[in-house]
């Protein structure tokens, strides 16, 4: 029977292998992600703990999630070609803190979904709520899986309905509808 | 040996001004030159407004090691407007350094290329009003305006027409309304913010910014290829639609079509020559930013508009025996008076109520405008002039995902607009004073040979009090609409020059003994020279001043033509 880990490695190489992502233009860099190998930044063990968390924050639903869009290796780039030495050591530091509060009570990679889920959630909810300072490092995570997630075409097409071409302002819509821009 | 090329007239700068000079000029047939520093843009090749999100990485931002490296005021000063695709469009601060007096701080935020700033403005654009003009006067505040508003209020009109201005018709004095195509619509929260505080402050109006985009392009702007805004908000990136202007949207092609323009880029001016025999300028010296190479323009009159900091310096790079302190520098104001607008003080707020609504399209600039009321309709105030409010209303959305929650919940929440936000900041007047001042570096020059620009600019104790008044007025105008979770931090001054207004530094008057222009922005002591970028300006009032140098501009040209037709010139 597969690991919980092996079954992530799977997971990642069903949705995202590198031609795939490549070819529909929404991995701007990706890496080694397929197998579990290192980003370019990340190393092994961080990318496949950023493919966990980004895909339990953002999953898949009728709509991409996280890792159909590959959120992991849009942040690998981004920790790579953008950050600096300082934002970067900043964020490895943050996956470390992360990993060690999920892994209280084992190794959280190896959770299954609902156990994974109930961890997780219970960091966000004291990262919003009386450890927000002490868990700034998650909350700065969990912005750029979310930022990462509706910069590519799945996210901000499919879920969000982005418009290239309003080609009219309107200011007042009832949010009943589903129509974006 | 440099070569001599003769023209009509020069242009220095194809920016805001000089592309309104060179329309002008060339439409009144004279065969014109604008010269431009930077390289030619070509929007097929160097716009970016077409990228969708998912065609630039990294958010598209820069990156940080670039900006420290390349971008260390650019991107400070200006972080919403520089992007990974658009950086094109910004100077890179290693490679045009300026300097300022100790214990002072400047941001001298540019583009050098085809069209100047125009391409990366905000587009907020107001006429200044009769009181503008006359508060000097009544105050005893520097000098007096040699022009009035009746004096401009034709040219406002014939450069609004020609520019298309989004904006509604409100009757207030101190804001004349402009010719204008249909505003952008309030959304429901800016109308109750709206309604709300002129129902709790009768002397204060909240009325739709006035912005230069087309809503209903007329004949003429269709033919120079524009077309109405289509709602993207791509704006800082250029616009293909050519639907906000710029010289490089409107005036450049206007210009061109008459036959009578020739651009040149990669020019960067090192003097302007002066023949002391006949008191003209004759020829402006130019060095070719690729290859170095000098060459001489000539013309019979020359239109400066750099920016009022690069005319200024031009003008002192000129120095000659006849004017040891630069060129048309007798009264000695060249370079001072810099002025600039202020900003750091505001206030934010949740607004109920709307929670169901939302908002189709992305409004490309502006939403709501409070036009000045201190000093006008309220007189209590602890400082001269005023300020107005720049602001609007909007969903505040979750995009950067700080909220709580994870799954299909918190992904599915993004769809929801959550609730809207109110924000407004203050854009307040900086008095002119003649110890604000750009200068030429006594011994730093830059790659071409030319002097560093020294700067030494500090608000007065007027700015900082209004500021402080500014941010308790704009508490409680939140607090009178109702607004929840207000938030205002300290009063932070922007950095003299972030407002991107810069103006001055050159100013016309009635006496040459103490201004250097008259008031058809010509040089007193050189009659074929004049300066119609934000350098004219005494004051500066509080209101976003380009479409102020474009009116000013045409009138310029105009004048300079019929002199040049009379031969006076």
């Known amino acids: 029977m597969k690991t919980r880990r092996e079954l992530l ?13 490549t070819a529909c233009g929404d991995a701007p860099v990706l890496v080694a992600t397929a197998g579990g190998g290192p ?3 990340y190393s092994s063990g961080e990318m496949e703990l950023v493919s966990r968390l980004s895909d339990l924050i953002i999953p898949r639903t009728e709509t991409p999630g996280a890792l159909d869009v590959n959120v992991p290796g849009y942040m690998d780039g981004l920790m790579t070609d953008w950050a600096s030495e300082e934002t970067g050591n900043a964020h490895r530091q943050a996956l470390r803190e992360i990993e060690r509060r999920l892994s209280a009570r084992g190794d959280f990679l190896e959770l299954d979904d609902v156990e994974a889920v ?49 080609g009219r302002w309107d200011p007042d819509v009832l949010v009943t509808d589903r129509q974006g821009a | 040996m440099a070569e001599a090329i003769e023209f009509d007239a020069i242009v220095v700068g194809s920016g805001m001004s000089g592309g309104m000079s060179a329309k002008e000029l060339c439409e009144r047939g004279l065969k014109v030159a604008v010269l431009e520093r930077g390289p030619e843009i070509v929007p097929e090749r160097d716009y970016s407004d077409q990228l969708a999100p998912w065609e630039s990485r990294n958010f598209d931002n820069v990156s940080q090691q670039e900006i420290e490296q390349h971008y260390f005021r650019q991107y400070p000063g200006v972080s919403y407007a520089v992007k990974e695709s658009n950086k094109h469009f910004w100077v890179k601060d290693d490679e045009h350094p300026y300097e300022e007096v100790e214990g002072t701080s400047y941001d001298w935020l540019r583009g050098y290329h085809t069209a100047g700033r125009s391409i990366m403005w905000s587009r907020q654009t107001y006429r200044l009003g009769p009181l503008d003009f006359e508060e000097n006067l009544r105050e005893g505040v520097a000098i007096d305006w040699p022009v009035r508003y009746q004096d401009i209020a034709p040219w406002y009109e014939k450069v609004e027409t020609f520019v298309g201005v ?12 402009s010719v204008f195509q249909p505003a952008f619509e309030l959304t429901g929260a800016e109308k109750a913010f709206k309604q709300r505080v002129e129902n709790a402050f009768p002397s204060r109006n909240v009325i739709n910014a006035r912005i230069a985009h ?13 077309s109405n805004c289509q709602a993207r908000n791509r704006c800082h990136h250029g616009c293909a639609f050519r639907a906000y202007f710029s010289s490089l949207n409107a005036t450049l092609p206007a210009a061109e079509r008459t036959g009578n323009l020739t651009m040149v880029h990669n020019a960067i001016v090192q003097s302007l020559e002066y023949e002391p025999e006949t008191n003209r300028v004759t020829g402006v010296r130019v060095i070719d930013a690729e ?5 001489t323009y000539t013309s019979k009159i020359v239109f400066l508009n750099a920016s009022a900091i690069a005319s200024a310096m031009i003008l002192l790079q000129s120095a000659s025996e006849r004017f040891p302190n630069g060129l048309a520098n007798g009264s000695d104001q060249v370079g001072r008076n810099l002025m600039d607008h202020v900003s750091g003080a505001g206030a934010a707020g949740i607004m109920r109520g709307f929670d169901d609504r939302k908002v189709f399209g992305r409004r490309p600039s502006g939403g709501i405008y409070i036009p000045r009321y201190a000093n006008i309709t309220e007189n209590d105030k602890p400082f001269t002039r005023g300020f107005g409010y720049q602001g609007g209303a909007r969903p505040v959305g979750h995009a950067n995902g700080q909220i709580p929650g994870i799954g299909r919940e918190f992904k599915e929440s993004h769809r929801r607009p959550g609730p809207w936000r109110v ?59 109702g607004c929840e979770q207000i938030s205002s931090g300290p009063v932070n001054l922007t950095k003299p020059g972030n407002r991107i207004h810069e103006m001055g530094s050159a100013r016309m008057g009635r006496d040459p003994a103490d201004s250097v222009l008259n008031g058809w922005c010509q040089a007193h002591d050189v009659p074929n020279l004049f300066i119609t970028d934000g350098a004219f300006m005494v004051s500066s009032a509080c209101q976003n001043p380009s479409l102020t140098y474009m009116a000013f501009s045409a009138r310029a040209a105009h004048y300079a033509a019929d002199l040049l037709a009379e031969g006076t010139l």
């Open chain 1, 9 to 21: 490695r799977d997971l990642i190489v069903s949705v995202g292998g590198l031609t795939a992502l």
């Open chain 2, 291 to 295: 290859t170095n190479e000098a060459r």
């Open chain 2, 214 to 226: 087309l809503t209903d392009a007329t004949e003429e702007q269709r033919s120079l290829g524009r």
């Open chain 1, 118 to 166: 109930r961890a997780l959630t219970a960091l966000d909810s004291a990262a919003f709520g009386e450890q927000a300072a002490e868990l700034g490092g998650y909350r700065s995570f969990k912005s750029y899986v979310t930022r990462a997630y509706f910069a590519t075409e799945g996210g901000a097409r499919e879920e969000l309905q982005w418009v290239a071409v309003p």
């Open chain 2, 166 to 177: 989004a904006g509604s018709e409100e009757g207030l004095s101190q804001l004349p309304d």
């Open chain 1, 39 to 41: 980003g370019r930044f």
């Open chain 2, 423 to 481: 924000s407004i900041g203050a854009f307040g007047e900086q008095l002119p004073n003649p110890d604000n001042r750009v200068t030429l570096h006594p011994t730093r020059r830059d790659r071409w040979g030319n002097p560093l620009a020294l700067f030494e600019v500090r608000y007065s104790r007027n700015e900082e009090i209004m500021l402080e008044e500014a941010r308790k007025d704009a508490i409680a105008m939140l607090e009178a609409a």
